[in-house]
């Protein structure tokens, strides 16, 4: 069974016949081919899938393309680009916040929201903000400081 | 630059998106490989059906175990040093029979990953079961069923040694301390599972194969012997790899697999591993039973250790299956002056997936067995715990030290870990605490690199070392820059390609700089005395293998825990890490390092633990049922270096990649049982889960 869809992705419009069961990341991965945005366990726990769906973070992974079909998407390929980072990817460099990388985009889509609504977060919810996004490499301490520079900045 | 804090050069990619792990390699025309896998544990193969598959939607082939005979044999089986290991190495897909839950027994391939899974479905497996073998003291048992019948046994490695005079030691103790411990297995759990493309060009006989691997020449040698190729026809590149700690060292019988249908085929072959996949069918960690004698003089001097050790593998022999208890072994000496030991370690078949190295691989286990057995010796005695250790550290003058297990300690100074532990700790606080020292063997064999000096100014590294997570073009340009004295932004570190790059050994046992890293920066010395003899920064090009003893990094870790004993609740209140792991060459990373390896240790105490039911079925096979922790479970980390160098680099580095994850538990484990004390528990195993505690107060 497929069905046409059009998806806004970082401004660009994709449209598709694609199958009804296709997740939105895959649609994203292999029908834009915007390969910044990565499974890490298609059951919606780890995060890394997390993109924004007009303005708020969702896994990609727990989504049907069909259902974001006349939105818009923002994927990690639209924060920055080399030379010229977001804040909080400036962040997360310096604060070694990364190390393997897979699960990083997952982070920045969760945490630009979330800087949004909150400018000023304590450390209490900074950890719960981050506890949807499972890193394996880190440990988190860089990740943390990493937001709570992003913030004073 | 050596120990500056140099920000990463990688790191752009990987914030962009612009980074490329193996399921973003484009390969044109690439089909898709799903596997049929075995739902039973232990089952004889009575019949494939795979007809109604191949007639799916979408479907190019189905291959059985019986046709990739003719292309391919097993994985090899590994060895370890002075012992025995069985011919069992891992089949590509099951023949006749499965011997664990998730081992493949067919290909699938597909014009799309989903019309491949959906085919899979359609592969009849007709199994006969047989008795599971899930306990490896049952399994070891007379009559217990046997995983190859071939063997007479489930024994699949089998290694002893007994040195001093252990007997006399034991006859003539104080006292003699025993316990038996239980080490469960856990998932390594990368955020990228695994995934290989493999594609084939018949006109030049060549395979080419991208990999999340920890390494490309490892896989090289490893596919050479499955398929019987000379070494020259495959090409093996490994890209961005999003994580590994230990479980991408061997190559996946899945990734052999795609070879030969990609063989078969005449096009491309891509398989991305699911989650569910990575919990059932990649090699686990840990998993150990373990009784231990610790003979004691009435002052406190150890005076001999006895150990046998009963190590769970699986299924099959990978590569590296049989090397993490072997460690193990070799270190129940810990940090210690003990002049005897008596040691025995026997690895055992079970019918669950195979396990193999997962992040201290056998040194965790190591730590655990031996800190606890000196804190319980402690307690026997009426002896502090931290004092009792004290008594018996190797000392700082005695190295090079060469324990009687036959390993030789490059250099270390243990007590000042221990005291500098104990600073960062901070003051008693009426918290139970425990105190744990650990000796991590590292480094050793060889690597290889070369540095180009270009005509325009720049500079290439290409090493034979291979990144997945850690930041090697970071540290490896910042040694050459050094060497060079160039600003890092001219050097370019190349790696991960056996076209490109030089031979290498691979990235574990937290070798990479000492090994890795001394091999560019001999090779940039070579650059730099070419320059000094022909007077003038000129083209050049220089290449080095570097080879070394076994380096042995050390560490004292501390951990304070509160235990709420009506709800069995555990809480760490804080982890306290220090490392000697010699020179540190960049120390943002190298912390970074340690935090990360410290929250895997925590994982271990708290959460993780890979159960299989009596019939061998993996019960914990999502996150949801296996959690890792998030950033909301952190207690208190505060760690430190200590920097003695190793006399066996010139670098003076030693290894830093595991530290964290070994001496973790250790520390965790003795304040855990501190804590337990006052209601009269002595000991409890990992993962301290508010049941198990609850349990252990309240089952007694």
């Known amino acids: 069974m497929t069905q046409q869809v059009s998806i806004e992705i970082n401004g660009e419009r994709y449209a598709a016949e694609v199958e009804a069961r296709l997740s939105l990341a895959d649609f994203i991965r292999y029908e834009a081919r915007l390969h910044g945005t990565h499974l890490g366990c298609e059951h919606g726990v780890c995060g890394a899938c997390t993109v924004q769906l007009d303005g708020e973070p969702v896994r990609s992974c727990l989504l049907f393309a069909v259902q974001a079909d006349g939105r818009r998407v923002r994927t990690v390929e639209a924060l920055g680009e080399p030379g010229k980072l977001h804040p909080l990817q400036e962040a997360f460099k310096e604060t070694h916040a990364l190390q393997c990388g897979f699960c990083t985009p997952g982070f920045l889509m969760s945490l630009e929201p979330f800087l949004r609504d909150n400018p000023h977060p304590s450390e209490e919810e900074i950890r719960e903000a981050l506890a949807g996004n499972l890193c394996r490499c880190t440990g988190y301490v860089g990740i943390i400081e990493a937001v709570r520079l992003a913030a004073e900045r | ?700």
């Open chain 2, 1 to 700: 630059m050596i120990g500056q804090p140099l920000r990463r050069r990688e790191d752009e990619r990987f914030l962009t998106g612009a980074a490329r792990y193996v399921d973003d390699v484009d390969v044109p025309g690439a089909l898709h490989a799903a596997f049929v896998r075995s739902f039973e544990a232990h089952a004889r193969i009575r019949k494939i059906d795979a007809e109604p598959a191949r007639r799916a939607r979408g479907v190019v082939a189905v291959l059985t175990g019986a046709d990739v005979a003719d292309r391919a044999g097993r994985l090899p089986a590994g060895s370890i040093e002075d012992g025995v290991v069985a011919d069992a190495g891992h089949p590509v897909l099951a023949r006749d029979k499965v011997r664990y839950a998730g081992e493949a027994v067919a290909i699938v391939v597909a014009k799309s990953r989903a019309l491949a899974e959906d085919a899979a479905e359609l592969v009849e497996v007709d199994l006969e079961p047989l008795p599971a073998v899930v306990d490896v003291l049952a399994a070891l048992a007379d009559g217990a069923p046997l995983l190859h019948e071939q063997l007479g046994d489930n024994v699949l490695s089998r290694w002893s040694k007994r040195a001093g005079d252990a007997v006399g030691a034991f006859a003539r103790a104080h006292r003699v301390v025993s316990r038996s411990f239980s080490i469960p297995r856990l998932v390594a759990a990368p955020m990228e599972p695994r995934g290989a493309v493999a594609s084939y060009d018949a006109d030049r006989d060549l395979v080419t194969l991208w990999t999340s691997s920890q390494d490309p020449h490892r896989p090289l040698a490893q596919l050479s012997f499955a398929l019987g190729r000379p070494r020259d026809s495959f090409r093996i590149v490994v890209p961005d790899v999003g994580g590994a700690f230990g479980s991408k060292g061997a190559i996946p019988p899945e990734a052999v697999a795609a070879i030969v249908a990609a063989m078969e085929l005449g096009r491309p072959v891509r398989w991305t591993e699911d989650r569910l996949e990575n919990f059932l069918a990649a090699y686990q960690g840990r998993g150990l039973e373990a009784d231990l004698e610790l003979a004691v003089a009435a002052d406190g001097e150890l005076l001999a250790v006895r150990a046998r050790l009963y190590a769970d593998l699986g299924a099959y022999l990978f590569p590296t299956t049989a090397v993490p208890s072997h460690t193990t072994a070799m270190l129940m000496t810990g940090a210690y002056r003990i002049p005897a030991a008596d040691v025995e370690v026997v690895g055992v078949a079970t019918s669950k997936v195979p396990t193999g190295p997962y992040r201290g691989a056998g040194r965790p286990e190591a730590a655990y067995l031996v800190e606890r057995m000196v804190d319980l010796a402690a307690h026997e005695l009426g002896i502090d715990p931290v004092e009792l250790r004290r008594r018996n550290l190797i000392p700082r003058d005695a190295f090079p030290y060469e324990t009687p297990l036959g390993w030789v300690y490059d250099s270390g100074d243990y007590e000042r870990c221990l005291d500098r532990v104990l600073e960062l700790l901070g003051p008693e606080d009426g918290h139970a605490r425990g105190v744990a020292m650990y000796i991590e063997r590292c480094g050793g064999l060889w690597e290889s690199a070369s540095v180009e000096a270009l005509p325009d100014g720049k500079v290439i590294v290409r090493t034979g070392s291979s990144p997945h997570g850690q930041g090697h073009e970071t540290v490896f340009a910042q040694i050459a820059a050094t060497e060079l004295d160039l600003d890092p932004a001219e050097v370019e570190v190349r790696w991960g390609d056996t076209d490109e790059t030089p031979a290498g050994v691979g990235t574990f046992a937290s070798r990479s700089v000492a090994m890795g890293g001394s091999a560019v920066l001999e090779a940039a010395r070579a650059v730099k005395e070419h320059w000094r003899q022909t007077g003038a920064r000129t083209p050049f090009r220089a290449e080095v293998r570097f080879e070394s003893p076994l380096l042995f990094a050390a560490g004292a870790y501390a951990a304070v825990v509160e235990l709420d004993p009506a709800t069995g609740r555990l809480t760490v209140l804080r982890v306290a890490g220090v490392d000697d792991s010699g020179t540190i060459v960049n120390p943002l990373l190298a912390e970074g390092q340690v935090l990360g390896a410290i929250v895997q240790g925590l994982g271990e105490c708290l959460v993780e633990e890979a159960i299989h039911d009596e019939y061998g079925q993996l019960r914990t096979a999502s996150f949801a049922d296996y959690s890792l922790l998030t950033a909301a479970e952190l207690p208190d980390l505060v760690t430190a270096f200590v920097e003695t160098p190793s006399p066996h680099n010139p670098l003076g580095a030693k290894g830093i990649g595991e530290g964290g994850a070994i001496g973790t538990l250790a520390a965790i484990a003795n304040a855990v049982a501190a804590a337990l004390a006052p209601f009269g528990v002595r000991h409890l195993d990992p993962p301290y889960t508010e049941e198990r505690v609850w349990r252990a107060l309240h089952e007694r």
